[in-house]
């Protein structure tokens, strides 16, 4: 069954036949300019040209499966349609009224467009797999997917700096502290992103960073507020960060989350959240102004360096609290430092680089991306199943976000390689 969509895709790019087009009054019809799409309420492109029977005309589009519907959308009572100088329809069962009962010229496009168009667009519609077109992205030249790559990266960087936006506006352009929200978030790394996240809530950098030349101090504050600490350990170390964080819980009437919130089932040790937390002291130890260290002219190698952090001694031995361990320092490793760019500190250049109207910190964002290797997932690894292979980070980012917002919706009219193969000749 036909859908709109399609029928805005086919205007859009004006993919239909181009010569002895008419109204369904059987006046001349030559589309000069389609429009601009609209991705919000009215008509659907703005700022058409056409001419009709040799008169130009401006104004706006509306396309429906069949003409009626515009009254049944009730159009016709609304004076947001009533620029409209045209009605795009697939069939043309009804005449067009404006509001002010004015007829609106018509074009029925039906039989008027290539039909493989269709078939094709059909054909991605009803395939099943990992991807719609995984059975045609061998036809997909290395130039196309170059391209699309460029366009993905930059929407999906695009729709993080939206999320970093609204939290800057919650939290009164607090740059610092924003950051510390999202970097402990990633610092959960999918696992424990929910209570990492949880934590830099009640526990904001503003008090962490008072306590920023204290590492057993900064230690406290984290574990305590995470609620990993009890006085049930007979560990004195323990027991020491503890007194510690009731000490500084009273002082700044901290409040701790519940310590079964942590998921520690099925990690490697490496990963635990205690662990995890005492690298972020020691980050926050080591580092005051952590963003703006990471904004400002840090190359790749620096942020790497910068953000390999190693959890205090006491955890040389340990895992979790009160229980040894063989001697193993707790580095934060590299696949892990490259993460925390990806996620984090590139989003955040691009977006200070959006406020600040500074296009090099945006051109430094992708280009950290084409310096990172790929992520290994099960999304990239699905795509190198498919025969795409990320080649680096910017590309896996990429891949991402046209398996999770384009394929899982079967948007193939949005996406520059569905596109490719609808348009490809039988």
């Known amino acids: 069954m036909m859908n709109e969509n399609f029928l805005q895709y086919l205007w859009q790019f004006r993919l239909f036949y181009k010569d002895g087009l008419s109204t369904t009054e059987g006046k001349s019809l030559q589309v000069i300019r389609a429009g601009i799409p609209n991705q919000h309420a009215g008509p659907d492109f703005f700022d058409a040209r056409l001419i009709i029977d040799g008169t130009a005309w401006a104004g ?17 009572l609304d004076s947001t349609y009533n620029n409209c100088i045209l009605h795009v329809v ?25 039909a493989y168009l269709w078939n094709n667009y059909l054909a991605l519609l009803g395939t099943k797999g990992w991807v719609s077109c995984q059975h045609r992205l061998r036809e997909i030249e290395p130039v196309t997917w170059t391209h699309w790559f460029d366009r993905l990266v930059v929407e999906r960087l695009e729709s993080k700096v939206i999320r970093i936006q ?17 970097l402990m978030k990633n610092f959960g790394f999918q696992v424990n992103a929910l209570p990492f996240e ?5 526990l904001p950098f503003r008090i962490l960073i008072r306590h920023q030349d204290r590492p057993e101090q900064l230690e406290a504050l ?21 007194r510690e964080y ?15 919130l942590w998921k520690f089932l099925r990690l490697r040790p490496g990963n635990f959240p205690t662990i995890r937390l005492a690298q972020v002291a020691d980050l926050y130890h080591r580092h005051d102004d952590l963003f703006r260290l990471l904004m400002e002219d840090c190359s790749l190698p620096d942020m790497l360096k910068i953000l390999a952090a190693r959890a205090s001694s006491y955890w040389d031995t340990h895992y979790i609290p009160g229980k040894e361990s063989p001697v193993r320092p707790k580095i934060l ?30 051109d430094r964002a992708l280009q950290i991306l084409e310096r990172l290797s790929p992520e290994n997932n099960y999304i990239t690894r699905g795509w190198e199943a498919a025969g795409v292979k990320a080649q680096n980070a910017l590309q896996s980012q990429a891949l991402l976000q046209l398996r999770n917002d384009h394929c899982l919706e079967k948007k193939c009219l949005n996406c520059g390689i569905g596109t490719r193969l609808i348009n490809s000749l039988p």
Request: aromatic fraction near 12%; hydrophobic fraction near 40%.
């Open 60 to 76: 706006n589009v509306e396309i429906h499966i069949r003409a009626s519907d515009w009254q049944h959308h009730r159009h016709h």
């Open 198 to 202: 949880m934590l830099s809530r009640v």
């Open 90 to 114: 697939y069939e043309a069962d009804s005449i067009t009224i404006a509001q002010d009962g004015s007829l609106i010229p018509a074009f029925e496009i039906k039989n008027k467009f290539p």
């Open 246 to 260: 009731l000490a500084l819980s009273r002082l700044y009437s901290l409040k701790n989350l519940s310590g079964e």
């Open 166 to 182: 609204e939290s800057l506006s919650v939290l009164k352009n607090d740059w610092q502290e924003v950051f510390h929200q999202f």
């Open 333 to 362: 490793g590299s696949d892990s430092s490259e993460n925390l760019i990806i996620n984090t500190v590139v989003p955040f250049l691009f977006a200070w680089g959006k406020w600040k109207d500074s296009p090099v910190h945006c």
């Open 222 to 242: 984290l574990l305590g507020c995470s609620g990993l600490l009890s006085s049930s350990y007979s560990d004195s170390y323990v027991t020491g960060l503890y």
